[in-house]
């Protein structure tokens, strides 16, 4: 089992910055991708940046240039740095790992608990 610890959420107001942090702990062979998604009221949850295990970063149109996904392997952490915030991007963000726990088990999802962010003046 993977499990996954989130932090630094806040209250921040607009144009302010945030930097968010996800552990991952547990029976972890090995990680392929690690993202961060987020979901506001009343609306479906939707990717935020994605950092695959090779390759680029991927990230929502929204926060392209104000926001920057980041791991650390070697601390199965991801991080995302969130400046220039604005009051749309107050939501529940929830970090995602595809990970597996040994080389011939196949990859699965494990979901964060969430930590909230919220913009406003």
């Known amino acids: 089992q993977v499990q996954l610890v989130e932090s630094g959420g806040g209250l921040v107001q607009p144009g302010g910055s945030l930097r968010l942090s996800c552990a991952a702990s547990g029976s972890i062979f090995s990680i392929n991708a690690m993202g961060w998604y987020r979901q506001a009221p009343g609306k479906q949850r939707e990717l935020v940046a994605v950092?695959?295990?090779?390759?680029?970063?991927t990230y929502a149109d929204s926060v392209k240039g104000r926001f920057t996904i980041s791991r650390d392997n070697a601390k199965n952490t991801v991080y995302l740095q969130m400046n220039n915030l604005k009051p749309e991007d107050t939501a529940v963000y929830y970090c995602?790992?595809?990970?597996?726990?040994?080389?011939?088990?196949?990859?699965?999802?494990?979901w964060g608990q969430g930590t909230q962010v919220t913009v406003s003046s």
């Open positions: 995602k790992t595809v990970a597996r726990n040994t080389w011939y088990s196949p990859f699965y999802d494990t």
């Open positions: 950092f695959p295990s090779s390759g680029t970063a």
